[in-house]
């Protein structure tokens, strides 16, 4: 069972500067079903929401996600499981598709949305400046691995990769981190080349793009199974995996039951998408707090969070 901690009641107030997207107009669709039930809704914008605005009538949650797809790719995994929550409590949930990293950025520590499925930094985050708590989890520990070509024995050791290229997402993703993390000083961390999904990153390396790489190792092992192509230079420590976040509009209650709802066998079908894109294997596991404390600090030298 997932432990629930108190609830605030006030969200953060969010006071905008000055801030100027251009954007397509945000789409809103619902629909219903054949039992006459109403379908959940979801919506794309690259425009920050009204602190608060959505929960007015004391019905609404906001589901989120990083905007790591388009809209209609973020619809397919995480629509179904806004649905199936919907069911669940009783209470619409709306999946929102923040459209930039910026626009999630910005929402998130602002406490915007209610339930967040996201990286395991951002869940340590969530939880402790904004009250979360962390329902529901991808079993099993996650590492990070830095490797370099297997032909390439220029390198023994993580500071040697000072000053070269290495092929990873863009900050604040969690790989990323974890290697910059290893060099204290700003000036002696390796270049980012910035490249979107696993599989590129891999293959940037062994095509010579880049001299290093950051991966999970469970991804490095479908890539490289026999270790013929890349050699770990740096595993990191283990740490939890993604995760189910619920902030302090959601009702106590609510939570105990979106963290029964994700992990019970009835989520098989509605989670399916998801679970398929993360190999999360058969279902989510019980999630507590406990197991992302001190996670956050891979943020600590990231702006917007602290």
């Given at each position: 069972?997932?432990?629930?901690?108190g609830?605030?009641?006030?969200p953060?107030?969010?006071?905008?500067?000055s801030?100027?997207?251009?954007?397509?107009?945000?789409?809103n669709?619902?629909?219903?079903?054949?039992?006459?039930?109403?379908?959940?809704?979801?919506?794309?914008?690259?425009?920050?929401?009204?602190p608060?605005?959505?929960?007015s009538?004391?019905?609404?949650?906001?589901f989120?996600?990083?905007?790591r797809?388009?809209?209609?790719?973020?619809?397919q995994?995480?629509?179904p499981?806004?649905?199936?929550?919907?069911?669940?409590?009783?209470k619409?949930?709306v999946?929102?598709?923040?459209?930039t990293?910026?626009?999630?950025?910005?929402?998130?520590?602002?406490?915007?949305?209610?339930?967040?499925?996201d990286?395991?930094?951002?869940?340590?985050?969530?939880?402790?400046?904004?009250?979360h708590?962390?329902?529901a989890?991808?079993?099993?520990?996650?590492?990070?691995?830095?490797?370099?070509?297997?032909?390439?024995?220029?390198?023994?050791?993580?500071?040697?990769?000072?000053?070269?290229?290495f092929?990873?997402?863009?900050?604040?993703?969690?790989?990323?981190?974890?290697?910059?993390?290893?060099?204290?000083?700003?000036?002696?961390?390796?270049?980012?080349?910035?490249?979107?999904?696993?599989?590129?990153?891999?293959?940037?390396?062994i095509?010579?793009?880049?001299?290093?790489?950051?991966?999970p190792?469970?991804?490095?092992?479908?890539?490289?199974?026999t270790g013929?192509?890349?050699?770990?230079?740096?595993?990191a420590?283990?740490?939890?995996?993604?995760?189910?976040s619920a902030g302090?509009?959601?009702?106590?209650?609510?939570?105990?039951?979106?963290?029964?709802?994700?992990?019970?066998?009835?989520?098989?079908?509605?989670t399916?998408n998801?679970?398929?894109?993360?190999?999360v294997?058969?279902?989510?596991a019980?999630?507590?707090?406990?197991?992302?404390?001190?996670?956050?600090?891979?943020?600590?030298?990231?702006?917007?969070y602290?």
């Amino acid at each position: 069972m997932a432990r629930i901690k108190g609830c605030r009641s006030a969200p953060a107030i969010l006071l905008l500067l000055s801030i100027s997207i251009a954007a397509a107009d945000p789409i809103n669709e619902s629909s219903t079903d054949n039992q006459g039930l109403k379908k959940v809704s979801y919506q794309t914008t690259d425009v920050l929401p009204t602190p608060g605005a959505a929960l007015s009538a004391g019905d609404t949650y906001i589901f989120s996600a990083p905007p790591r797809e388009t809209a209609e790719a973020g619809q397919q995994k995480y629509g179904p499981v806004a649905e199936y929550l919907t069911k669940v409590l009783g209470k619409e949930v709306v999946y929102q598709h923040p459209g930039t990293w910026g626009v999630y950025r910005t929402a998130m520590t602002s406490g915007e949305y209610d339930i967040v499925f996201d990286g395991p930094h951002f869940n340590s985050y969530r939880m402790e400046k904004l009250n979360h708590n962390i329902l529901a989890k991808i079993p099993g520990e996650f590492f990070f691995v830095v490797i370099v070509r297997k032909d390439d024995d220029r390198f023994t050791q993580v500071s040697e990769l000072a000053g070269r290229t290495f092929c990873a997402h863009a900050p604040p993703n969690l790989g990323t981190l974890t290697l910059l993390g290893q060099f204290s000083n700003p000036s002696r961390q390796p270049v980012i080349r910035n490249t979107k999904g696993w599989k590129n990153i891999y293959q940037g390396l062994i095509q010579g793009k880049c001299q290093s790489a950051a991966v999970p190792l469970a991804n490095l092992k479908k890539y490289d199974p026999t270790g013929a192509h890349a050699r770990v230079l740096f595993k990191a420590n283990a740490l939890p995996n993604q995760a189910f976040s619920a902030g302090p509009r959601v009702t106590p209650e609510d939570q105990r039951k979106i963290a029964e709802a994700l992990t019970a066998a009835d989520a098989a079908l509605p989670t399916e998408n998801l679970r398929k894109t993360y190999a999360v294997g058969d279902a989510f596991a019980m999630a507590t707090n406990d197991e992302y404390v001190g996670v956050s600090n891979f943020l600590a030298n990231e702006w917007g969070y602290y």
